[in-house]
């Protein structure tokens, strides 16, 4: 998987490292293990998604791209694939997610590999994590169809967040990935791929 990621442009050695590190089957339904390594998205349960290696490692890479990796917020923990290789890069990782079952989940998944710098909480992933904030870094796992308003004031000054956002009145239709920047003027937004994610929901279930 890793050479993959290497022959699709992934360059940063400390996001390689991270991919090869964490187990990806550990994370997918027995029945999908033999697949667990193939560049494709797969289902989880509770209508999610685990992202494709791919997108996970060009997420990261664009996050730590000429920065030192500090405190992250993961907005959308899912299975706890994502929020397990974000552990291997930073210090400190906060992971929010709103399913309650999927985020028990997630906790059995990331039992095994004991990583003491993760710490998980159940909440809206629009409202973000106040009481953590401010974050130099934060992901977002779903696509939202506005930038969230409580994420960008949570972001650090000099920090940087990549999301996916959706096409307003096109349900289904056209995602792009989108990085923010945070500096003295404010932010400053620049488009990067398109991509496919689950929508991002209010509140919490």
């Given at each position: 998987m890793v050479e993959r990621l290497r022959g699709q442009g992934i360059r940063n050695e400390r996001v390689l490292a991270a991919m090869?590190?964490?187990p990806r089957h550990l994370f997918v339904e027995e029945a999908l293990a033999s697949r667990?390594?193939?560049d494709t998205a797969l289902?989880?349960?509770f209508g999610q998604t685990i992202s494709q290696p791919y997108v996970v490692a060009r997420m990261v890479e664009v996050l730590i791209e000429n920065q030192s990796p500090q405190k992250l917020?993961?907005?959308g923990t899912g299975c706890g694939y994502q929020a397990a290789v974000l552990a291997h890069v930073?210090?400190?990782v906060y992971s929010i997610e709103r399913i309650k079952g999927m985020l028990e989940r997630a906790r059995g998944n990331l039992l095994p590999l004991r990583l003491k710098n993760l710490r998980l909480a159940h909440g809206d992933g629009y409202a973000g994590l106040e009481s953590a904030a401010p974050f130099q870094s934060i992901i977002v796992a779903a696509a939202a169809p506005r930038m969230p308003e409580a994420l960008l004031r949570q972001l650090a000054p000099g920090g940087r967040m990549v999301?996916?956002?959706a096409e307003v009145g096109k349900d289904g239709g056209r995602q792009r990935l989108v990085l923010v920047?945070?500096?003295?003027?404010?932010f400053r937004e620049s488009e990067l791929d398109a991509v496919r994610f689950v929508p991002m929901e209010a509140g919490k279930a």
């Open positions: 090869a590190a964490v667990a390594y193939e289902p989880i349960g917020l993961e907005v930073f210090p400190e999301l996916p956002l920047e945070r500096n003295g003027r404010g």
